[in-house]
């Protein structure tokens, strides 16, 4: 019997034998262009200097879309009273700093940490702005893309924050986000002026932190580089 | 024995059938073998090997039947050939299968995110073709790598593929540009190609989630190599240097900062028009007309080559000199050539017409003191000696025949003048007189006719009378006033008529001077045979130098230079004779003798000549001791003396009328001083 036992295994090797060289092994990271890359990640450097740049473009979007509300809706006089009036921004509450002095202090860590905070709490906003937008009736399309646009790169601009943190802090994912901790409230439908106030405000606010996001990461690229130097 | 079967299935039938007969062969053997192995222990054995040889049998076919299955296996190993995004949002990959083992075979791609363990599979089989897997926007991130497998499964087993790690933003391959136009447009005459075009409109470029550059190239209709342009992020781009009537192919494509280019944008044809070089034209316009120019210009050089030679190279003036002869000179002949410039009448030889050039002018200058005395004698006034053109004189009183007046008196003392001509007696000396009175009239004529006031050349001796009339004059006197109208006493002496008292006759102190007695020749009415003969010597000394004179009043020459005599007229006494005197005269005036009286008038002659004498104690003629005077002698001749009444007659001096010796007599300047060619005859 036992000899028996031994043939069938050996037979059974002798079948199975191409699944044996079958193994992948792991090769080193190539950064060719125009070939497949091998590399099993992307070096930190070069996911730094991608998120810095979507931010750049999130920024550059937000202004451009609130300029054009401002122009298509804000009557003239209001137009510089954009944080007033009660109108306050929706993340004044996060812990995040606002100076230079506490800028400089901050750490790395909680740079980052501000910053998919800052990116986090605004999802859902710009969602809702999208839906108010569709609403308006002779809101431009060029400006109802730039929204739906911003919208979904900021989705993608949080994934890479995550990455990065995970990346750089060897942290695990935080699943929870921060926007679910009902910073914004959904009013019942206001009157068209106020309405229009509100969005405007929430646009102005939006471009603020937006640029917040990229001045956190291109500070914190710049820690990256030279650490004494950066303000 | 189950497991055995399960996997190979041939086997499995070809162990059943072995089991079958194996069964068989046992039941047939059980059969008789029960019935003998219980009896017989033998049968027992034989049906062991039996079942040995059965399991062999079943392995050797399973290995024969797991040799025979080439027809049938296992899928071959796939391999992914690309993965490409074309807006860096989305991207699909494409595998390559491998030999699908003759039982159909499906595919699946499985990935895994970058530090995931999870494995997902492709969402999407089929939009983007076959053997392709789509990854939709929401699947796709740029801050992951995906780790990608293939495998391949048919009925026989599956097949992995080697994994593949991309990385999205690398992989980006965008569209080809659209909508891309191309215009010809002109520049100043020249034209070019526009290109304009858009980018795909997949690709995000207005937010800057992608950034192009773009490429084109051009060639021309029938060419085989294109023209590269590098066009940048700009979508529009000029061509130049086209040529004319030429058609292009123009085809763009674009690339990303990191990604793969674009494919070829399909062809855009432009056919260039045609135009000419204007550029060439005008070229063309300027030579010919240039060449035009250049051979009207060769043609009127050529026309007028002599001129322009006598311009430019002036021919080099001949010698004129007359009576050269060049050929003589060519020839050699040096003596003849100038021989042949010798002139014959140059320099003038001096010996046949010397007396010409004497002028016989006396230039009488009257002081107002001795008017009165002068009055009575005025008219008696038959001498006249006056020189001309008292320019050069050393005597600076003279001139005064220049003027005005005394040019009228002249006429009208020319009228009576001709009146006397014709009551003279025609004697032969007369006659001589006569000519030479003729002449002299001929000459004063000329002088009326032609008065040259201002060079004090004037003859004014017919003036000399126009005061006359003033005078009372016996009518004798006044008939020799009126023949001495006529007289020869051209001069330019200056008579104005106010002073007209006294006449400064001065003899001519050079003696020698031949011409000098001609103008003591003053013609009286009276007739006085019995100076004829005196006369006719002085006539003939005054022919002599009348004849002489006639020609020299021609040239009116002043008086030369020279000592001068200066006499003056006290009177005119009953014998019709004109005492002279000497005369005081200031500076340049030579010395004057008071020695001796001179040139007492002794009378008209018939042919109305004054004859002066000097005034003699005894004898009629005597000689003056200046009688040997020579032509260089001394000025001091005879004087008269103002006291006519002594009757000491100094002896006159007849001075014989030698040739003037020309040499002397010519002044420098030219001119004859009448004053020193004066002779004074006196008998």
Not at chain 1, 108 to 125: N, T
Not at chain 1, 152 to 166: A, T
Not at chain 2, 419 to 428: G, L, N, Y
Request: charged share 25%.
């Amino acid at each position: 019997m036992l000899m028996m036992t031994v043939k069938q295994c050996g037979v059974w090797v002798v079948l199975l034998w191409p699944y044996l060289l079958s193994v992948s092994i792991p090769l080193d990271c190539k950064e060719e262009q125009g070939s497949l890359s091998r590399c099993p990640s992307i070096t930190q450097e070069k996911l730094l200097d991608r998120v810095i740049q979507h931010a750049e473009l999130i920024y550059r979007v937000s202004e451009e879309s609130c300029s054009l509300f401002e122009e298509m809706f804000v009557p003239f006089p209001l137009r510089l009273q954009r944080n007033q009036a009660g109108y306050t921004c929706i993340t004044k509450a996060l812990p995040i700093p606002s100076s230079k002095s506490e800028i400089q202090q901050i750490s790395d860590k909680w740079l980052l940490h501000s910053v998919l905070m800052l990116v986090q709490s605004w999802i859902e906003p710009l969602v809702y702005l999208q839906t108010t937008l569709d609403r308006y009736d002779d809101a431009p399309e060029m400006l109802l893309n730039k929204t739906k646009w911003v919208s979904e790169k900021l989705i993608s601009l949080e994934q890479g924050v995550v990455v990065l943190i995970k990346k750089m802090l060897d942290e695990g994912m935080l699943t929870t986000t921060y926007s679910e901790q009902g910073l914004f409230q959904y009013d019942v439908q206001p009157e068209m002026l106020e309405s229009v106030m509100r969005d405007y405000t929430l646009l102005s606010c939006f471009k603020k932190d937006a640029h917040k996001m990229e001045t956190f990461l291109k500070l914190l690229k710049c820690r990256q580089t030279d650490k004494y130097n950066c303000a | 024995m189950l497991w055995f079967s399960s996997l190979t299935g041939q086997s499995t039938l070809v162990g059943a059938g072995g089991g079958v007969t194996a069964a068989k062969v046992r039941r047939g053997e059980t059969e008789n073998s029960c019935h003998n192995c219980c009896r017989q222990p033998r049968l027992c054995g034989a049906m062991m090997r039996k079942g040995v040889e059965a399991v062999l049998l079943l392995s050797l076919l399973f290995f024969t039947s797991h040799a025979k299955a080439t027809r049938y296996s296992p899928p071959g190993k796939p391999a992914l050939t690309r993965c490409r995004s074309p807006e860096k949002e989305t991207f699909t990959c494409w595998w390559e299968p491998g030999s699908d083992g003759g039982l159909p075979t499906t595919y699946a791609l499985y990935y895994r995110k970058e530090n995931s363990e999870t494995v997902y599979e492709c969402p999407d089989y089929h939009t983007a073709g076959e053997n392709s897997c789509f990854f939709n926007k929401n699947d796709t991130s740029i801050w992951v790598n995906y780790n990608i497998t293939v495998v391949a499964t048919n009925a026989l087993g599956s097949t992995f593929s080697d994994p593949v790690d991309i990385d999205v933003v690398y992989i980006v391959k965008p569209n080809p540009p659209e909508k891309v136009t191309v215009s010809v447009m002109e520049d100043k005459g020249w034209p070019f190609l526009r290109v304009s075009w858009e980018p795909p409109h997949k690709a995000d470029t207005r937010s800057g989630w992608i950034t192009l550059i773009y490429e084109l190239r051009v060639k021309l209709e029938g060419e085989d190599e294109w023209e590269m342009h590098l066009a940048g992020q700009q979508k529009m781009f000029n061509i130049f240097s086209l040529r004319s009537g030429g058609t292009y192919h123009v085809q763009v494509r674009c690339k990303p900062d990191h990604g793969f280019w674009s494919e070829w944008s399909s062809t855009s044809y432009i056919k260039v028009p045609d135009y000419f070089h204007r550029e060439k034209s005008v070229w063309i316009l300027i030579t010919v007309f240039s060449a035009f120019i250049f051979l009207i210009l060769t043609w009127l050089l050529h026309m007028n080559s002599h001129s322009l030679k006598h311009c430019i190279l002036p021919p080099v003036p001949g010698p004129k000199i007359k009576g050269f002869d060049k050929q003589l000179l060519k020839n050699g002949k040096s003596e003849d050539v100038f021989s042949a410039l010798v002139v014959s009448d140059f320099p003038p030889t001096t010996s046949s017409n010397y007396e010409d050039l004497l002028v016989e002018y006396l230039e009488v200058y009257i002081p107002e003191e001795q008017e009165l005395t002068l009055e009575e004698s005025k008219d008696l006034h038959d001498s006249c000696l006056k020189s001309e053109g008292s320019t050069s004189d050393n005597d600076s009183g003279r001139g005064s025949c220049d003027s005005h007046t005394l040019l009228m008196d002249k006429r009208e003392a020319k009228e009576g003048e001709r009146q006397t001509d014709q009551e003279e007696s025609q004697t032969e000396a007369q006659r001589q007189q006569k000519d030479w009175d003729e002449e002299e009239l001929t000459y004063t004529h000329e002088d009326m006719v032609s008065p040259d006031m201002s060079s004090g050349r004037v003859k004014t001796w017919p003036s000399v009378f126009s005061p006359l009339p003033q005078y009372t004059l016996s009518p004798l006197v006044q008939r020799s006033s009126l023949e001495m109208a006529k007289q020869h006493c051209l001069s330019d002496s200056l008579f104005p008529p106010s002073s007209t008292s006294s006449y400064l006759i001065q003899p001519g102190n050079s003696t020698k001077e031949a011409l000098g007695p001609s103008h003591w020749d003053f013609s009286l009415s009276n007739k006085q045979p019995q100076l004829l003969h005196p006369e006719s010597q002085a006539h003939s000394n005054i022919n002599i130098s009348s004849i002489g004179h006639k020609q020299t009043p021609v040239s009116l020459l002043t008086p030369a230079l020279g000592r001068t005599e200066y006499v003056e007229v006290q009177r005119v006494n009953e014998e019709d004779m004109v005492l002279l005197q000497p005369i005081v005269c200031g500076e340049g005036c030579p010395q004057m003798r008071q020695a001796e009286d001179y040139s007492k008038v002794r009378g008209v002659d018939s042919d109305n000549m004054l004859l002066l004498q000097r005034e003699v104690a005894k004898e009629e003629v005597d000689m003056c001791p200046y009688d040997d005077q020579e032509a260089d002698g001394s000025t001091e001749g005879c004087y008269t003396s103002s006291d006519i009444n002594t009757n000491q007659k100094p002896p006159a001096c007849s001075y014989t009328a030698t040739p003037v010796q020309d040499n002397r007599t010519l002044p420098a300047s030219g001119y004859v001083d009448t004053a020193t060619m004066f002779t004074l005859p006196t008998y």
